[in-house]
């Protein structure tokens, strides 16, 4: 397995990358819902689980978003500042240069494709239907904002999920079965992060959506194993199937039941977008170097 920074030469390792994801992970859970806490008693609301609060007041809601913002970046900054690695350092690493700029642009298009054939199967047997489902002011909003928000989200997942938590796995399991394993768990783990916040028995079921997230997460979570624990893969990739989903649901009406076709926001959960995120991993493994 190939070693980061910290197993260099003069470097101390404060504390094992696995110990040092368990205290982020412990204290920034804590930390969040003793704000949420102190934020739904002062509002007068009841107390409430983690994220599964039932108030839509904008004095808890908003003030959380912000929380949960800063919980992401204090995990991607905490994280090599725990494991005795210089921030910079560690990043440049995670994004080695120069840039896999060629394999890069074939896995975003052939994510973005694979969704495309997908979209065109479902519109031929009558799935689903175009439509405009929003005014035009709005609509143009969405899709601005559509080929926005892609990358520094992706940005921000990926650092989390495979710079810091799959980093830490890899670093944890180093037998022969252990990057195979520590995929699996990042992916189940970057799936049920999806669905903690409150979800309502007049939205939809969480199952079907969390095994799509978790093809999803092999997906990514073999790009940055098989191609030297680099990030660049795994965003542009995240950043494709970002744009792939988000895009058209200004357009897209779900007619066929979900089972076959998974749900709008999630239509990488139906049969045919678990089959394209098992033919996408087996591409990384072709293109590993």
């Known amino acids: 397995m190939v070693q980061r920074v910290a197993r260099r030469q003069g470097q101390i390792e404060f504390m094992s990358p696995i110990a040092a994801i368990c205290i982020l992970l412990v204290g920034g859970f804590a930390f969040l819902w003793a704000v949420q806490s102190l934020l739904l008693i002062s509002n007068g609301e009841k107390l409430a689980f983690l994220l599964r609060y039932r108030t839509d007041n904008p004095a808890v809601t908003y003030p959380m978003k912000v929380m949960v913002q800063l919980g992401w970046l204090a995990i991607i900054v905490g994280y090599p500042l725990l494991i005795g690695q210089d921030l910079i350092v560690f990043y440049s690493d995670a994004f080695h240069l120069p840039a896999p700029t060629g394999l890069m642009l074939i ?36 899709v601005i904002t559509c080929f926005v928000t892609p990358l520094p989200l992706a940005l921000m997942e990926e650092a989390v999920f495979r710079g810091v ?125």
């Open 107 to 142: 896995l975003a298009a052939a994510c973005l494709l694979g969704f495309v054939l997908i979209y065109t199967i479902y519109l031929i047997t009558g799935a689903i239907e175009f439509r405009l489902l929003f005014s035009k002011r709005k609509t143009a909003r969405r």
């Open 165 to 289: 938590l799959l980093h830490a796995l890899l670093q944890w399991l180093d037998q022969a079965w252990g990057p195979a394993f520590a995929v699996i768990l990042s992916s189940a783990v970057f799936s049920s992060v999806h669905f903690i916040r409150r979800r309502d028995s007049k939205r939809k079921p969480a199952l079907q959506p969390a095994i799509g997230l978790f093809f999803v997460g092999v997906v990514l979570g073999a790009a940055y194993v098989l191609h030297g624990q680099s990030l660049w893969l795994p965003v542009s990739l995240h950043a494709a199937g970002i744009l792939a989903v988000e895009l058209p649901r200004s357009f897209v009406t779900y007619k066929a039941s979900p089972k076959w076709i998974g749900y709008r926001s999630f239509p990488h959960s139906g049969p045919l977008g678990i089959a394209h995120m098992i033919a996408l991993t087996a591409l990384v493994w072709h293109l590993k170097g």
